[in-house]
């Protein structure tokens, strides 16, 4: 089993910038694709970026130049680096870790999900 600990969410001004981290934990070994998913209220989750153990990268329309998805030294870590975050961002953020659909937006209950982090910007 895997287990994700997710850190970084807050409170932030229209413009700026924050950085998400996600650890893994447990039969990481297995791990083939990690990814940010986002949850609107009362919408589904979405694919904000993901990246693939070999370093294919994905990413939401809606983040494209904004955001930065990338592995931590250890290949047990991945960060989310957010930048120009705007009102529409605001929502929790989730990290999952699990098969190769999680890479093309297609996460279900049978991957591993952290517990997730809430990002508000304000405008």
């Known amino acids: 089993q895997v287990q994700l600990v997710e850190s970084g969410g807050g409170l932030v001004q229209a413009g700026g910038s924050l950085r998400l981290s996600c650890s893994a934990s447990?039969?990481?070994?297995?791990?083939?694709?990690m990814a940010w998913y986002r949850q609107h209220p009362g919408k589904r989750r979405e694919l904000v970026a993901a990246i693939s153990d070999v370093g294919d990268k994905n990413y939401g329309d809606y983040v494209k130049g904004r955001f930065t998805i990338s592995w931590g030294s250890a290949k047990n870590t991945v960060f989310l680096q957010m930048n120009s975050l705007n009102p529409e961002d605001t929502a929790a953020y989730y990290c999952a870790a699990g098969a190769v659909a999680l890479y093309y937006g297609l996460g279900s209950d049978n991957d591993y999900w952290g517990q997730g982090t809430q990002v508000t910007v304000s405008s």
């Open positions: 447990g039969s990481i070994s297995s791990i083939k694709t």
